[in-house]
């Protein structure tokens, strides 16, 4: 398997994990700029950027803005242990 095939595979299994497994809390919104994928947080309190997660799909990590609602920061702990978890199942 390719370095690219490894990482094709750890960003679908990182997004159908936020689809199942963080019971629809994002909207996942790709705006085509081939970097970043922004998790959106679907019940957010109009914080605006605050409510949103992006997903930097080539270095397999995720950052939000500080002043960030509580759920999410507990949600980027989970998404963090999960890419960690592809990036040793894939040997990446």
């Known amino acids: 398997m390719t370095k690219k ?4 595979l ?6 159908t994990f936020v689809e199942e497994e963080m019971d629809d809390r994002y909207i996942i919104e790709d705006n085509g700029d081939g970097g970043r994928v922004h998790l959106i947080l679907e019940d957010g309190e109009g914080h605006g950027l ?7 799909l080539s270095r397999h990590d995720v950052c939000a803005y500080n002043d960030c609602a509580p759920q999410i920061k507990d949600d980027i702990i989970v998404m963090e242990a999960k890419l960690e978890e592809l990036i040793k ?3 990446l």
């Open 89 to 91: 199942q894939y040997e």
């Open 10 to 15: 750890i960003n679908r299994d990182f997004l």
């Open 50 to 56: 605050g409510d949103s997660i992006d997903y930097h």
């Open 5 to 8: 095939e490894k990482h094709q």
